[in-house]
């Protein structure tokens, strides 16, 4: 399967734990995009890549949160001292960006935290 | 400020009925218009997208949406659902980053 992955599927965690969430892109895209996805709510960007280089942060994302794509691959989401409002889904997805037009985004499935 | 808006958070059809979704947003410059569908228990998929050229785009599973730019509109149809169209639905607009609304929740009878 080419599509995006991500790992794990599942977290528990308790608050004020450390988490780290993995994504792998489709192989030949060049972005990357971390959401955060609440019931009820659409997708919330957080920040993205553009090969290595994280061009944009949400305002979402607070110190806490810190995102890594380190040889313009896979991508990790670190979420420090979590707290129970960090409960969420956290989606990945990749793009192949060839200028501001056919930005088409390709999701994961997701990991689902869950902060007690 | 950027947004996306959805007219609609449930909707509940009976099969062979007509479906229209609808998503405004509000958002300065060129964008592109998505929507995106998420069946249960399964991750977003891209149902379909406008990037320029005709307004009236039509992606899968004969879903169709028509770009108007007069009115930021940009609404999902089709002219007849199947139970398994029973979904979420999203639109969302890519600018320089990309903004979704909250979702329409489409349940159909079968």
């Known amino acids: 399967d080419t599509g995006v992955s991500q790992d794990p599927r599942h977290k528990i965690t308790k608050r004020g734990q450390n988490v780290t969430f993995r994504c792998d892109p489709i192989?030949?895209?060049?972005?990357l995009y971390w959401y955060r996805q609440t019931l009820g709510q659409g997708p919330e960007f957080l920040t993205y890549?553009?090969?290595?280089?994280?061009?944009?942060k949400s305002r979402l994302l607070s110190d806490r949160f810190s995102a890594e794509r380190p040889k313009g691959s896979f991508s990790t989401l670190e979420i420090q001292r979590t707290e129970q409002g960090d409960s969420a889904m956290y989606l990945c997805?990749?793009?192949?960006?060839?200028?501001?037009?056919?930005?088409?985004?390709?999701f994961g499935p997701g990991t689902r935290l869950t902060v007690t | 400020a950027q947004s996306v808006s959805q007219h609609n958070h449930h909707v509940i059809l009976s099969e062979a009925a007509s479906l229209e979704l609808g998503c405004n947003y509000s958002?300065?410059?060129?964008?592109?218009l998505f929507w995106y569908v998420q069946y249960p228990g399964q991750h977003l998929q891209l149902l379909l997208k406008?990037?320029?050229?005709?307004?009236l785009v039509k992606g899968i599973k004969g879903f169709e949406a028509e770009f108007i730019k007069s009115k930021f509109s940009f609404n999902l149809r089709k002219p007849s659902v199947q139970w398994s169209d029973t979904a979420e639905y999203f639109c969302?607009?890519?600018?320089?980053?990309?903004?979704f609304g909250a979702g329409t929740r489409l349940f159909v009878k079968a």
């Open positions: 997805a990749s793009s192949l960006f060839v200028g501001l037009a056919k930005n088409e985004q390709y």
């Open positions: 192989s030949e895209h060049n972005r």
């Open positions: 890549f553009q090969n290595e280089a994280q061009l944009e």
């Open positions: 958002y300065g410059g060129t964008v592109n």
């Open positions: 406008y990037f320029s050229g005709d307004p």
């Open positions: 969302a607009v890519t600018g320089f980053k990309t903004i």
